[in-house]
């Protein structure tokens, strides 16, 4: 009984988050969570990470590492994470010592394409069709199955554009699967779409759902590009949409953010294409539009905080700064209206997100 309290009762101010990852996420999470008079210590493999620059402790280990494990959940009072490739080990490793919110339950759906798909096809929602592939031959049945165009992609640790391969119709198979790079794939049956959305939700210790507003996703060489708050969607898909999310964060027993990234098809209907149970990306407008943003959330349900309110003060067009596209900044700065954020990266690398702007317009007057 005493434990289930611990793990029910909010976090008092100086208590101190444990956050593994180090980058722009953790970064933007534990400058909000200082806002809310909380310490972060972050748990990483890589130096200077984007995070570590604005928290109080970080540790610099291995995730395997069980000792630098041990100390860092002695030194913390829950645990969460900022990316879902978390080894399954580190999770549970920690769960056994701390709460871990998201729990390890989420980690594990999320980080493999074919369990993801698996569970959001159990909790009665629509993906495209899709086909396990584990060698050359089952890739070639699963294209005459699925038909061409279609998409091949690694079942594990890919992101951006990263492990995928478009399957077209002149596409040499043998040649995709040894470009996708991994042993195990899935193929993704193609999506007829007319524009790509997420919606981003929060789900709180006592089970409260609080959804923000479904937006538009626009990517440019399999990265992100630009958010624009809110979708141009009709208030039935838009509810739907929502519905979608706050059933697969009650499905997961989420604790914190799940973000879900959706199709809708050109049919009207919609599909959901992938799971992120932390931050994302596309709610990086919340920041400037919104009376809560995506982060002061994630920590408010981590925390065991009530939610915060959602109410959107403006319209919101959010633009990444990938690579080069940083060295923007001054004329972005001198820009009325635009709110910049910077991650803290030395190295402006091609694809790499070293920040990005958000420009605010009245209700209902974003530009499409």
Request: glycine content about 8%.
């Amino acid at each position: 009984m005493a434990e289930h309290a611990a793990q029910t009762r909010a976090l008092v101010p100086g208590s101190t988050i444990g956050m593994l990852g180090g980058g722009q996420l953790g970064r933007m999470s534990a400058l909000a969570a200082a806002n809310l008079g909380y310490r972060v210590h972050v748990f990483c493999p890589e130096q200077d990470g984007p995070a570590q620059q604005v928290c109080a402790t970080a540790t610099v280990a291995a995730y395997e590492d069980e000792a630098a494990l041990a100390r860092f959940a002695d030194a913390v009072d829950v645990v969460t994470y900022e990316f879902e490739n978390v080894p399954d080990a580190t999770a549970r490793f920690l769960a056994a010592r701390r709460p871990v919110r998201p729990g390890p339950e989420a980690l594990r759906v999320a980080q493999d394409r074919i369990v993801e798909k698996d569970f959001i096809n159990s909790c009665g929602v629509a993906t495209a069709p899709y086909r396990c592939v584990d060698s050359p031959a089952e890739l070639e049945a699963a294209v005459a199955a699925l038909g061409r165009p279609a998409v091949l992609k690694s079942t594990r640790l890919g992101y951006d554009g990263k492990g995928q391969v478009k399957i077209a119709p002149d596409t040499d198979l043998d040649k995709a699967w040894r470009l996708m790079g991994s042993a195990h794939g899935i193929l993704e049956g193609f999506v007829d779409f007319d524009c790509e959305i997420s919606v981003i939700v929060a789900r709180g210790i006592d089970g409260e759902i609080v959804p923000y507003p479904a937006v538009e996703n626009r990517h440019a060489n399999h990265i992100l590009d630009t958010t624009i708050a809110p979708a141009a969607i009709s208030r039935a898909q838009a509810s739907e949409a929502e519905g979608i999310a706050r059933a697969l964060a009650r499905a997961l027993d989420l604790v914190g953010l799940l973000a879900i990234e959706m199709f809708v098809a050109r049919s009207g209907a919609i599909l959901v294409n992938e799971l992120a149970p932390r931050p994302h990306n596309s709610g990086h407008w919340t920041m400037d539009a919104c009376r809560t943003s995506q982060f002061e959330q994630f920590i408010r349900a981590v925390a065991g905080l009530p939610l915060g309110s959602i109410e959107r003060h403006a319209d919101a067009v959010m633009k990444n700064l990938i690579g080069d596209e940083v060295h923007s900044w001054p004329a972005i700065l001198a820009e009325p209206g635009a709110k910049l954020h910077l991650y803290g990266k030395a190295e402006a690398r091609r694809g790499r997100k070293m920040g990005h702007v958000n420009r605010l317009y009245p209700l209902g007057g974003a530009p499409r």
